[in-house]
């Protein structure tokens, strides 16, 4: 038993804690003191795992969508803001309680802060695609402008930084001696040219904890699941459920399927009722139990949900919406052959309809979206990830 503290501080939304809990879990068991900075959402399913909770704000997410529409603060945005808020909670504690490792999300940047400060080791983690500082920016982000938001953020994220004592060249690929990335290496646009210090944790999303359940009742229909971000379903404001959704319950069940409808925390359900037959609504922590029976995916793309459809051979219907990250994501399953893209304008009933035949009958694309599916499982999961992490703890020791 190994009674080293290590800490995790990230980011306490969905896409950036779940696929951590895989290895938070496997590293309690091996006797690590394990704490854990999130909000009072993830709270309880940490304290389930045997960590200690270290108690964070709520992540508002309603100020990250305005400021990536309207990106005019200079000094200061979203994530610094929250950082520094953060950084009030967790320090006392933690400088009580000095870990001898952290891992920080990209974007938790009070993790970063806190190692640099006082020089404890760390690890970046991330569910983002990652970033080779060998090659131009533009020629691994195509879509400009999201270059443009990105570019503009990473100058104010630097600026942050400095402030705090960090030197930060380049906040997209700025990297640590060891950095997990939290999905498929299958995924990775140009994979090949990452190295030994990014570590690819393919199946850590698809073996997170599942909260939800779900019975099944298909009657034997084949299940197409539908959908929204993780972003969406969380923001209050925005509780009105994507029109793709009725499109999906209009143009599925006549193929056959059994249509289920994942809704977030806030969504209101009457624009979806009264539901035709074979369709059903679930929430959306019920989301991976369906997901793993499912022969269709309908979502608006997000990187750890496409490495958990890959785990699982589903093939998916990727609708962007207009939104340049949800964009840039949705290429890149078109690229690997496993599902289509729905770009803003071509979401219809028919097009929707037209994808779902395709997918369900091509046989080349289901071929290549078994191949991913073999690919993936193959993949680190927590317990493997928890291997590289004692590695590097012995190296830095």
Not at 119 to 129: E, G, H, K
Not at 137 to 160: C, D, G, N
Not at 348 to 364: K, T
């Amino acid at each position: 038993m190994d009674n080293r503290h290590i800490s995790f501080i990230t980011l306490p939304h969905s896409p950036h804690v779940n696929p951590t809990f895989p290895v938070v879990s496997a590293l309690v068991r091996r006797g690590y003191r394990v704490t854990y900075a999130t909000s009072e959402r993830f709270a309880s399913v940490v304290q389930g795992l045997g960590a200690e909770v270290v108690p964070c704000p709520r992540l508002q997410l309603e100020a990250s969508a305005d400021e990536r529409n309207f990106p005019d603060a200079p000094r200061e945005n979203f994530f610094t803001r929250y950082a520094a808020s953060m950084l009030d909670a967790i320090r006392p504690f933690l400088e009580r309680n000095r870990p001898d490792l952290i891992l920080y999300d990209f974007t938790a940047l009070a993790g970063r802060i806190l190692a640099s400060q006082w020089n404890i080791p760390a690890i970046q983690t991330s569910p983002f695609y990652a970033f080779d500082e060998s090659v131009s920016f533009e020629s691994q982000m195509k879509h400009p402008e999201l270059r443009t938001w990105i570019t503009e953020h990473a100058q104010v994220i630097a600026q942050y930084l400095k402030r705090n004592g960090v030197v930060s060249n380049n906040y997209h690929v700025d990297k640590e001696r060891l950095n997990i990335y939290l999905f498929s290496r299958v995924l990775q646009p140009n994979s090949a040219r990452f190295g030994a210090n990014c570590y690819f944790a393919g199946r850590c999303a698809a073996e997170r904890l599942v909260t939800g359940k779900w019975q099944g009742n298909s009657d034997g229909r084949p299940i197409a699941l539908i959908a929204m971000s993780t972003l969406s379903s969380k923001w209050p404001e925005r509780s009105r459920v994507p029109e793709y959704f009725g499109m999906c319950m209009s143009a599925l069940p006549s193929l056959g399927w059994h249509v289920v409808l994942a809704i977030g925390e806030h969504c209101a359900t009457e624009s979806l009722t009264p539901l035709p037959a074979h369709c059903e609504i679930v929430k959306h922590t019920s989301y991976l139990n369906v997901l793993s029976r499912a022969k269709l995916l309908c979502f608006m793309s997000g990187i750890a949900s496409t490495t958990e459809a890959a785990y699982h051979g589903i093939p998916m219907i990727a609708i962007s919406e207009g939104v340049g990250e949800y964009e840039w994501q949705s290429d890149r399953i078109v690229e690997l052959g496993i599902g289509a893209h729905l770009r803003k304008g071509e979401t219809s009933m028919e097009n929707i309809r037209g994808a779902a035949i395709q997918l369900s009958s091509d046989a080349a694309t289901l071929h290549r979206v078994k191949k991913i599916e073999r690919i993936v499982r193959r993949e680190p999961g927590g317990e493997d990830t928890a291997n590289r992490i004692e590695d590097y703890l012995d190296e830095c020791s």
